[in-house]
């Protein structure tokens, strides 16, 4: 997830993406990181098959220098396009 444009990349697991991005992008938990810093714009995703191997990928790439997460992303997505609006998410109200 990110906020604006060159700002704040942040990295995480979940088992459900959606309900997650949901979460992000109403600022469920307000005190959060992702809610302090806006970080609502999905731009990089992986899928795992365990919940084991994700976490393990996770601390990986919390440990990588920015140029490093940076590349990767563009890689998948080089505008940085907020990748859930091409998702259909009809049954998930984004809005308040």
């Known amino acids: 997830m990110r906020n604006k444009l060159n700002g704040v990349i942040y ?3 979940t088992d459900s993406i959606t309900e997650r991005i ?3 992008k109403l600022k469920v938990y307000p005190k959060s990181f992702t809610a302090k810093y806006n970080c609502d714009k999905l731009v990089y995703f992986e899928e795992f098959e365990s ?4 976490e393990k990928r996770e601390r990986q790439f ?7 997460k940076i590349k990767l992303i ?3 997505n080089p505008n940085w396009s907020d990748l859930i609006v ?7 109200k984004l809005r308040k």
């Open 11 to 13: 990295i995480g697991v």
């Open 74 to 76: 563009e890689d998948m």
């Open 22 to 24: 949901k979460e992000h």
């Open 62 to 68: 919390k440990k990588w220098k920015r140029d490093w």
């Open 86 to 92: 091409n998702w259909n998410l009809n049954y998930i």
């Open 51 to 54: 919940g084991t191997d994700a």
